[in-house]
């Protein structure tokens, strides 16, 4: 049997829908009509960022769920055995089950969005790792009777509803426990009693729609059954601030024997609930007296009892096969390539994975790779380090071309205090062309060009809270250049903007609100210049520091910790989510085959630190490869001559001819001429 689920708030990203809304115009017209704007603007490029606001998302989502479904159709011709939504979801589940059509659904959603929308004074918030038992012992427990839950989204994922100065408070409670607690970015507590003028409002306004029979059974939110003939109506006006109970909808699927969950919509957020429902609850298996007496009455669609008994009967039999083959390690314990990761952390820079790919030096990794890793559902980072504005803008562009259905991209900012009119150069730049995401590398203190640009990305939502449309991962690999990040704009450089009308005193104000990055990426053993860290003794400490500094300057939302630096293998990467981490970047190089064999090739023991040509001076050194190379070797014994001798003259012959002979293969004037060569070609 096939269940095709329909997610709702929280799935939505720009660019959702694609090239569907050209394949159906006529739907698509019909929208517009209906809503007074063009939806496929405002899902494919959000020209006034209002896609994450309820009275925009909720429409957006109805249309590109059904256009999803009309696509499927089209594809397959496949007739779903049972259909179910989440929350909003539950009227696209309607829609395919003849319930209304397509204008009557879309009429009942932009009215629901526009009163839900108007409900203001509640928040919520997501608890990870109690069940609803354990949540709610805390909540009455500690007096708050007025919070309640709003979403059995798994058996340990919990979202609960209530006033914004209760969901704040309520956060020290769950932290005690060892749990993470999420507030939510949204305008008020759903489905909650603070939606109880929006309920009523709706049931006045939907008593004027006729409803027709349902040709598919669909699963109600407010009672975990199929709906009952003729109780549409009733359902969707209770759903507004009744609980939405999706695991024990699943559960309930589950229990009617081998079930598979096809979601219809803009990203999988549904299907990873029903990995972890399937991982952590039994089926419900109701019996037929049971079923009679609830929420099956009269809802016999196209299937009657002896031939559902079959169902269950031969599915039972396939799960007890089943049971006895070896579950996968994902089954038992629910985790997959989506799942890991800070949740927030890939709504926000809208990814698939919680996985960047960092900028390397000169554009080692190039725009090519930036584009593909984006289209993969990760962010990819150009390195701008040794490139010319030109080539610069140029990628830029290519990148935006390529990535135009709002995959994420990133371009990094490195500092140069040697040319810091280079950094102002690029951050022009990126205002100019409205890079909204950028890596800042090599940073030891704040700059005039880094709060600039933080600046200009801020603004007030609709509710007056700050938000940074530009966003900002600090690549560190220090505490104290951490605690930089972490803290907000020094105040010597806001003044000094302000009075060069560089920024306005209204951005400045806000600068003292925020900190000066998104989030943060540790960067251990990476083989840099200064990331010679152990991992698990820099992440704890970030994470630590962290979260000292934001209880410090009482930020609103949580920055994240990202891990980088020897990620080179499955299983380092899971080293690093277990250590904590939010997320996880590797560097990825466009390089040649040959480099690429070797490096196929190596092991743990194959690399060693060599000087860093760019710092020989100062005796930073670098990781490089050693197998099968004499450079690490040579390169060392170089910089230990260096370091011992004042100048050429003091060196013995039988060295000065070695190095000639077999380092440089050529003579000291020769390679003096060389450097002569490089130097004036750089300037």
């Given at each position: 049997?096939?269940?095709?689920?329909?997610?709702?708030?929280?799935?939505?990203?720009?660019?959702?829908?694609?090239?569907?809304?050209?394949?159906?115009?006529?739907?698509?017209?019909?929208?517009?009509?209906?809503?007074?704007?063009?939806?496929?603007?405002?899902?494919?490029?959000?020209?006034?960022?209002?896609?994450?606001?309820?009275?925009?998302?909720?429409?957006?989502?109805?249309?590109?769920?059904?256009?999803?479904?009309?696509?499927?159709?089209?594809?397959?011709?496949?007739?779903?055995?049972?259909?179910?939504?989440?929350?909003?979801?539950?009227?696209?589940?309607?829609?395919?089950?003849?319930?209304?059509?397509?204008?009557?659904?879309?009429?009942?959603?932009?009215?629901?969005?526009?009163?839900?929308?108007?409900?203001?004074?509640?928040?919520?918030?997501?608890?990870?790792?109690?069940?609803?038992?354990?949540?709610?012992?805390?909540?009455?427990?500690?007096?708050?009777?007025?919070?309640?839950?709003?979403?059995?989204?798994?058996?340990?994922?919990?979202?609960?509803?209530?006033?914004?100065?209760?969901?704040?408070?309520?956060?020290?409670?769950?932290?005690?426990?060892?749990?993470?607690?999420?507030?939510?970015?949204?305008?008020?507590?759903?489905?909650?009693?603070?939606?109880?003028?929006?309920?009523?409002?709706?049931?006045?306004?939907?008593?004027?729609?006729?409803?027709?029979?349902?040709?598919?059974?669909?699963?109600?939110?407010?009672?975990?059954?199929?709906?009952?003939?003729?109780?549409?109506?009733?359902?969707?006006?209770?759903?507004?601030?009744?609980?939405?109970?999706?695991?024990?909808?699943?559960?309930?699927?589950?229990?009617?024997?081998?079930?598979?969950?096809?979601?219809?919509?803009?990203?999988?957020?549904?299907?990873?609930?029903?990995?972890?429902?399937?991982?952590?609850?039994?089926?419900?298996?109701?019996?037929?007296?049971?079923?009679?007496?609830?929420?099956?009455?009269?809802?016999?669609?196209?299937?009657?009892?002896?031939?559902?008994?079959?169902?269950?009967?031969?599915?039972?039999?396939?799960?007890?096969?089943?049971?006895?083959?070896?579950?996968?390690?994902?089954?038992?314990?629910?985790?997959?390539?989506?799942s890991l990761g800070d949740r927030e952390f890939i709504k926000d820079y809208n990814l698939k994975y919680a996985y960047l790919t960092g900028g390397m030096y000169r554009g080692v990794a190039s725009k090519e790779l930036v584009v593909r890793v984006g289209k993969a559902g990760m962010m990819g980072f150009l390195g701008t380090g040794g490139l010319e504005i030109a080539q610069i803008d140029e990628a830029i562009q290519y990148i935006q071309k390529e990535l135009s259905n709002g995959e994420a991209y990133g371009m990094n900012l490195l500092c140069n205090p040697q040319n810091p009119e280079m950094e102002e150069k690029t951050v022009d730049l990126y205002l100019k062309h409205n890079v909204r995401n950028i890596e800042a590398a090599a940073f030891l203190m704040m700059t005039p060009a880094l709060v600039r640009y933080r600046a200009k990305g801020l603004k007030l939502d609709q509710h007056g809270k700050i938000i940074a449309s530009n966003k900002i991962i600090g690549k560190i690999s220090r505490p104290e250049v951490a605690a930089a990040f972490l803290s907000v704009a020094p105040e010597r450089i806001v003044t000094k903007l302000v009075s060069e009308n560089k920024i306005t005193q209204e951005e400045a104000d806000w600068l003292k609100k925020v900190p000066m990055a998104d989030d943060l990426c540790a960067e251990a053993d990476s083989g840099g210049h200064t990331d010679g860290a152990v991992a698990y003794a820099l992440i704890p400490a970030i994470i630590r520091l962290r979260d000292e500094l934001m209880a410090k300057y009482k930020y609103l939302k949580k920055i994240r910790i990202g891990a980088a630096g020897g990620i080179g293998t499955p299983e380092a990467a899971a080293a690093a989510f277990i250590l904590g981490a939010d997320f996880i970047v590797t560097g990825e190089a466009c390089t040649s085959d040959a480099v690429k064999d070797l490096l196929q090739e190596i092991n743990v023991q194959d690399t060693e630190y060599a000087p860093a040509g760019d710092m020989f001076e100062l005796g930073a050194k670098v990781q490089v490869l050693k197998k099968g190379l004499f450079f690490p070797a040579r390169a060392n014994k170089l910089y230990e001559l260096y370091r011992q001798h004042n100048s050429l003259s003091e060196i013995d012959m039988k060295t000065k001819t070695q190095i000639q002979e077999k380092y440089f293969k050529r003579s000291f004037e020769q390679v003096y001429e060389d450097v002569k060569k490089y130097c004036s070609a750089q300037e």
């Open positions: 049997m096939i269940t095709y689920i329909f997610p709702g708030q929280g799935s939505q990203h720009k660019g959702m829908g694609g090239t569907l809304f050209d394949e159906f115009p006529e739907i698509i017209a019909k929208a517009d009509e209906i809503l007074g704007y063009s939806i496929k603007e405002m899902c494919i490029n959000d020209p006034g960022r209002q896609l994450n606001e309820t009275l925009y998302t909720q429409p957006a989502l109805y249309i590109v769920n059904v256009l999803n479904y009309l696509k499927d159709q089209k594809e397959t011709g496949r007739k779903p055995d049972y259909v179910a939504g989440h929350s909003l979801g539950e009227y696209s589940a309607l829609f395919v089950a003849g319930a209304f059509d397509f204008e009557t659904g879309l009429k009942l959603v932009k009215k629901r969005s526009e009163l839900m929308s108007q409900a203001n004074g509640g928040s919520m918030a997501a608890v990870l790792g109690l069940n609803e038992e354990k949540v709610e012992t805390i909540l009455r427990g500690n007096g708050f009777k007025t919070i309640e839950i709003a979403n059995y989204n798994t058996p340990t994922q919990i979202v609960i509803s209530g006033s914004v100065s209760d969901i704040e408070q309520a956060s020290r409670l769950f932290e005690m426990e060892g749990v993470r607690y999420i507030p939510l970015n949204v305008s008020g507590a759903f489905h909650s009693r603070y939606m109880e003028d929006a309920k009523s409002r709706f049931e006045e306004y939907i008593d004027r729609f006729r409803f027709s029979e349902l040709t598919i059974p669909v699963i109600s939110n407010v009672h975990a059954r199929p709906y009952r003939a003729g109780k549409v109506r009733e359902n969707l006006v209770e759903q507004i601030t009744h609980s939405v109970k999706w695991t024990e909808s699943i559960r309930y699927l589950m229990g009617l024997g081998t079930m598979e969950f096809i979601e219809i919509g803009p990203r999988d957020v549904l299907t990873k609930l029903v990995q972890s429902i399937r991982a952590q609850a039994e089926p419900l298996v109701i019996t037929e007296d049971e079923e009679s007496t609830g929420e099956k009455e009269g809802n016999q669609l196209h299937l009657n009892l002896n031939e559902a008994e079959a169902h269950k009967l031969e599915s039972r039999e396939e799960d007890q096969e089943r049971k006895e083959q070896p579950a996968e390690t994902e089954n038992i314990l629910g985790i997959s390539a989506f």
